[in-house]
């Protein structure tokens, strides 16, 4: 057996293996098809729970037979797949180890897009909200971003078909396999996705929409996302855990707020009056937070940091991308525990500094 997409697959198929410990054994026994090939007793060795020692030792015939007809499926209907160490998979989701070893998805997406926003909120939207989401898409084309959301109805399809509409690229995340879309009213609009976005699961092509999928839905358009708007929410759903997800990952969460008897507006008036999301009334409020309206003009470099005054923060930035040129806007919000549109202000001004330069995949050049 060779370490391919057939291998990969399967090693999704074991239970109890999700991605904390799949990424935990993929690092430390060095590949898949050289944890297929484990003995028991060099199983055993590993010292790990029960529940995944049995896996190991007793699921991987299930898993490869799973992963044969997952690959049948695969061929039939024209989906791709990004395995997480993959140039195509999702940059942003492997800053966080919960996210899946393995995705699922059809359409043209870049799926490392320079700049995306998760535009998400009740199923049950006012037309206020529908207007409110349909105008916040078309003023966020000028900065050149993806929309993110997750084709429920309501404020999720708004956004989706809105962007359509424009030629904006959507990719809308599902909480079942690429078997079906669900629900099926929104399936003419799923399918004029593909043409600039895509459709995108963790999930196997015959899995179904079952309620415990959708939180962990909820976790992936949070990690895609740079940013994440709630445009009406009552007080409990999916929203507030994406922005849960959000919160924890260092994403800057936006709320729009609204009248204080309104049930839709009872969630994102919580978020706001908590601290856990900032308001927004327009497209601008996000770009100046995020500083994605600032002009660029740096300043020549002066040999290096030697001249220059740095606050702390600029320091620490520093500091970081020296050891690690590789990071991205999010693994160094995660490290220096900050926002990521904090993390943006940071690098701007070293950017007028003359000490790095932004390249793509939301990463930053020491000069």
């Given amino acids: 057996m060779t370490d391919n997409l057939f291998s990969k697959i399967a090693f999704t198929k074991l239970p109890y293996i999700g991605s904390n410990i799949?990424?935990?054994?993929?690092?430390?026994?060095?590949?898949i098809e050289e944890i297929f090939e484990l003995s028991h007793k060099e199983i055993e060795a590993l010292n790990l729970t029960p529940t995944v020692t049995k896996s190991l030792k007793q699921h991987k015939e299930k898993a490869f037979h799973l992963a044969d007809q997952e690959l049948t499926h695969i061929d039939k209907n024209d989906v791709s797949v990004a395995y997480f160490e993959d140039e195509e998979y999702p940059q942003r989701l492997n800053n966080f180890n919960n996210t899946p070893l393995l995705l699922y998805y059809k359409g043209n997406a870049n799926l490392n897009m320079n700049r995306s926003v998760g535009i998400i909120g009740t199923r049950k939207a006012s037309h206020q909200g529908i207007h409110f989401t349909e105008q916040l898409v078309e003023d966020l084309q000028n900065?050149?971003?993806?929309?993110?959301?997750?084709?429920?109805?309501g404020i999720d399809i708004a956004s989706h078909r809105k962007s359509v509409e424009l030629g904006i690229p959507t990719i809308g995340v599902c909480g079942h396999g690429l078997g079906m879309i669900y629900p099926s009213a929104h399936r003419k609009t799923a399918y004029e996705m593909l043409e600039d976005g895509a459709v995108l699961t963790e999930f196997a092509f015959d899995d179904k929409p079952l309620a415990e999928r959708f939180p962990a839905r909820n976790r992936i358009v949070a990690a895609l996302s740079d940013a994440i708007v709630v445009v009406e929410s009552p007080k409990s759903g999916g929203s507030l855990i994406t922005c849960k997800y959000a919160n924890d990952y260092n994403k800057d969460v936006f709320a729009v707020p609204g009248r204080p008897s309104d049930e839709n507006a009872a969630g994102c008036?919580?978020?706001i009056k908590s601290h856990q999301a900032q308001l927004i009334s327009?497209?601008?409020?996000?770009?100046?937070?995020m500083r994605w309206n600032e002009m660029k003009h740096p300043v020549h470099k002066q040999q290096g940091e030697l001249f220059l005054e740095l606050s702390e923060n600029e320091?620490?930035?520093i500091s970081l991308l020296k050891n690690n040129q590789n990071l991205s806007i999010d693994n160094l919000a995660n490290k220096l525990q900050k926002r990521t549109s904090e993390i943006a202000s940071i690098a701007l001004a070293l950017e007028f500094k003359g000490v790095l330069k932004p390249v793509p995949g939301?990463?930053?050049l020491l000069l």
């Fill in 22 to 31: 799949g990424r935990m054994l993929i690092e430390k026994i060095g590949s």
């Fill in 143 to 153: 900065y050149h971003v993806n929309i993110i959301s997750g084709l429920a109805y």
């Fill in 269 to 271: 008036n919580h978020l």
């Fill in 282 to 289: 327009s497209a601008e409020d996000i770009a100046y937070i």
């Fill in 315 to 317: 320091k620490n930035m």
């Fill in 362 to 364: 939301n990463r930053y």
